[in-house]
């Protein structure tokens, strides 16, 4: 294959890997369905930082429709390896959607839970989330951006090789 239908193809994956999902209100993070509820759960940033404030985004919907329910109490419970954290009741949801800002202290793998309440039943489901000192976050930017640059020069020499090759 020539190296404008390789490119040709990694451009036509990358636009179908980025197209929204069509029923839901958080683009990303991570989702599951229970009960006939779809519980959406993103952090911002994606990468959680100890000692940073972290915005906690969650988005709630019936799971035939995609609507947000409406009329519903929510309650998020955070636990680390031992024991609950904080809990957070007093929540402004609108259709369905609502978010909190949350600082964790200490790095390692929390669990984010939700509840929902209700009029019928409580269902509740859990979110693992992996806080990282910042050194860790900078040392993978620093491979990420290597591996990149890497790719780059490679496609650049093959480039150069086919052209020298044309001729």
């Known amino acids: 294959m020539t190296l404008h239908k390789i490119i040709s193809i990694l451009i036509i ?5 980025s197209m929204p999902f069509s029923m839901a209100h958080i683009i990303g993070g991570f989702k599951k369905d ?3 509820i779809t519980v959406q759960f993103i952090s911002d940033p994606s990468f959680v930082i100890q000692n940073e404030d972290s915005n906690l985004v969650f988005s709630i ?3 035939t429709t995609g609507k ?3 009329g519903i109490s ?3 419970n955070i636990f680390d390896d031992i024991s609950l954290i904080q809990s957070y009741t007093d929540l402004d949801i609108i259709e369905g959607d609502f978010s909190l800002i949350h600082n964790f202290k200490e790095k390692g793998i929390y669990e984010i839970e939700v509840e929902i309440l209700t009029e019928k039943e409580t269902i509740s489901t859990i979110f693992l989330l992996q806080v990282t000192p910042k050194s860790l ?3 993978m930017t620093f491979y990420v ?3 990149i640059s890497i790719i780059i020069i490679m496609l650049i020499i093959m480039n150069r090789f086919s052209l020298i090759n044309k001729k």
């Open 13 to 17: 994956c990358y636009f179908l890997m």
């Open 34 to 36: 229970t009960n006939g």
């Open 61 to 63: 919907q019936n799971a």
């Open 68 to 70: 947000g329910l409406e």
């Open 74 to 76: 929510v309650i998020i």
């Open 137 to 139: 976050l900078e040392d």
């Open 145 to 147: 951006t290597l591996g």
